[in-house]
């Protein structure tokens, strides 16, 4: 089956050479299968709900009823989590559904090299054990060694949801942090702008993502 992606590419660039994306949803389940979900806000639960509505759109204008909660529900649990940094995508799996996981790895690969898409979770196991078992343990992405590349990776690690990349984002639990420096510089931005963002941070801080 061929992959459609909606949204940009995962390592497509603005205009001032920044990746447009960086967090995507795949659904290689059955109902829209083969289908990658890249367009803002950066939230995975966002990026469900959005490919539910799209699916839901396309109904309505077939004449058919919308998804049952059930067939929604099914859709959202046979999704994957994929975080995009530059040239690599990463694949955020579920132990349980490591199937689910290695489906979603064989779509990607239509769109970028095999050796573009690695694992994370690599503490868990299963997730180590299945991996090893395909003789792919150079998929796996481990945390850096060195306090260059830790310091990198913290660098690289800054995304937003709708707004500028204020938050340093863990890719392993998909939490975001906001420091106090960042929020302290905030208060740089023009009053719409800053209203914009304290309402995000107001709203997306009282909320747990499906990792909890």
């Known amino acids: ?19 447009k994306t960086r967090i995507g949803t795949i659904f290689p389940g059955a109902q829209g299968a083969g289908t990658l979900y890249t367009k803002p806000p950066g939230v995975h639960a966002l990026q469900r709900a959005g490919f539910i509505d799209r699916l839901n759109a396309e ?3 077939k004449g058919e009823p919308p998804l049952t909660e059930a067939e929604e529900h099914e859709i ?74 830790k310091q990198q990776l913290i660098r690289s690690s800054k995304v937003g949801i709708q707004g500028e990349p204020i938050y340093y984002y863990n890719r392993l639990t998909g939490t975001r942090w906001l420091t106090l420096e960042t929020f302290e510089k905030l208060g740089n931005l023009n009053h719409p702008d800053l209203a914009t963002h304290l309402q995000e941070i107001s709203y997306y801080s009282g909320r747990r993502n499906r990792l909890g």
């Open 76 to 149: 959202s649990s046979n999704s994957v989590d994929l975080v995009f940094e530059p040239k690599v995508i990463l694949i955020r799996p579920d132990p349980q559904r490591m199937d689910l996981s290695f489906a979603a790895d064989d779509l990607l690969q239509q769109v970028v090299s095999k050796r573009q898409i690695r694992f994370l979770s690599v503490s868990d196991g299963r997730v180590r054990d299945a991996i090893k078992h395909r003789g792919e343990n150079w998929r796996l992405s481990a945390m850096p060694k060195s306090t260059e590349a």
């Open 1 to 19: 089956m061929a992959l459609e992606i909606l949204g940009p590419h995962p390592f497509e660039l603005d205009a001032a050479g920044l990746q």
């Open 59 to 61: 109904r309505a204008a």
